[in-house]
């Protein structure tokens, strides 16, 4: 089945690690983004990549870095730098469609809560 | 993108039509009106979405004014697994307007 997948669900680690949250998505879509989400509150962006070896910083990138070197994949790394990296995260893609390149909707994973202890 | 302004709450009876509405009153001429929901603790969902025509589709309906400065999200018969956040963004639909950005949202609550 074509969608998008996000391991591990649940994610415990010690305060000072890294730690590396995966996102895959076999829909061929270019577009990839990240969001944390805390309790109650609303998505807020990472970051965003529109193609491979391209991304750019959303909104509360600070402490945390990403890759694309397959348009497939766009994980996220939580470094020791982000003060509190306990939250919800939400990985989701959009693809592209039709000559004049009109934006798909774009698909959520199930999400990774990251705890940091 | 444009900024979009929603309730934070709302009520709604079971089998009632709940309307959800969302300003967006800078959006630009090339931007759509997109709708998710979040049930708690899950991805969101892909509900509607419309540049100027209303929409419907199995979900639910998408009313949008003349201006295009608000929509309407409705649920003609609303139920119980209905309640959740629901997100209303305007997204660029030209390649390159890709910053895909979510607001707070109403949080529907549907009452037996």
């Known amino acids: 089945d074509g969608g998008i997948t996000q391991s591990p669900k649940y994610l415990f680690r010690k305060e000072g690690q890294n730690v590396t949250l995966s996102c895959e998505q076999n829909?061929?879509?270019?577009?990839m983004y990240w969001y944390r989400q805390d309790p109650g509150q609303g998505l807020r962006l990472i970051y965003y990549?529109?193609?491979?070896?391209?991304?750019q910083k959303g909104d509360i990138a600070e402490g945390y870095s990403v890759s694309r070197e397959k348009k497939e994949s766009f994980p996220l790394t939580v470094t020791s730098a982000q003060k509190n990296p306990t939250a919800f995260y939400l990985c989701?893609?959009?693809?592209?469609?039709?000559?004049?390149?009109?934006?798909?909707?774009?698909?959520f994973g199930q999400g990774t809560r990251l705890t940091v202890v | 993108d444009a900024k979009t302004t929603q309730p934070p709450s709302m009520d709604c009876a079971e089998g009632r039509a709940a309307n959800l509405p969302c300003n967006h009153s800078?959006?630009?001429?090339?931007?759509?009106v997109y709708w998710y929901r979040q049930i708690h603790s899950q991805g969101p969902q892909y509900i509607i979405h419309?540049?100027?025509n209303n929409e419907t589709n199995e979900m639910a309906s998408l009313i949008i004014t003349e201006d295009r400065k608000s929509s309407t999200l409705i649920l003609p018969h609303a139920t119980l697994r209905d309640t959740a956040v629901y997100y209303c963004?305007?997204?660029?639909?030209?390649?390159?307007?890709?910053?895909?950005?979510f607001g707070q949202g109403t949080r529907l609550t549907i009452n037996p």
């Open positions: 989701a893609s959009s693809g592209l469609q039709g000559v004049r390149v009109f934006v798909t909707e774009a698909f």
């Open positions: 800078t959006i630009s001429g090339n931007e759509y």
């Open positions: 829909l061929n879509h270019d577009a």
């Open positions: 963004i305007v997204r660029g639909g030209i390649q390159g307007a890709q910053k895909l950005v």
């Open positions: 419309g540049l100027k």
């Open positions: 990549s529109q193609i491979v070896n391209d991304f």
